[in-house]
């Protein structure tokens, strides 16, 4: 019974910084990635980032490279996504998912688990 909660979203302005978090809570063995994806209003479901288990392996959307940063910390149980230089087409539900494999999560394929979403706004 796993499950994820995502945190950390918030309104604010051009060239911002948030930082995400998605809590795990309950049996994780199963899973071997984290990813976290967005929906803007009107827009289908994007991938953002993946990371490994161990977080030896991570992946980026090529139109968030170079400005956010996926990590993890296991004592925690929590998956971090910090967002720097933001933009306004950043604004979207982001939300975490679990993966049974790391290449299926930057695939984009066999999401689990899904946490409830935070709002991330960027507007001036």
């Known amino acids: 019974q796993l499950q994820l909660v995502e945190s950390g979203g918030g309104l604010v302005q051009p060239g911002g910084s948030l930082r995400l978090s998605c809590a795990a809570s309950g049996f994780t063995l199963d899973y071997d990635a984290i990813g976290w994806f967005r929906q803007a209003p009107g827009k289908e479901r994007e991938g953002v980032s993946c990371?490994?288990?161990?977080?030896?392996?991570?992946n980026y959307a090529d139109s968030v490279k170079g400005r956010f940063t996926i990590s993890r910390d296991n004592a925690k149980n929590t998956v971090y996504l910090q967002m720097n230089s933001l933009k306004p087409e950043d604004t979207a539900v982001y939300y975490c998912a679990a993966h049974l494999s790391f290449r299926l999560c930057v695939e984009g394929r066999g999401g689990d688990h899904w946490g409830q979403g935070t709002q991330v706004t960027v507007s001036s």
């Open positions: 990371i490994s288990s161990s977080g030896g392996s991570t």
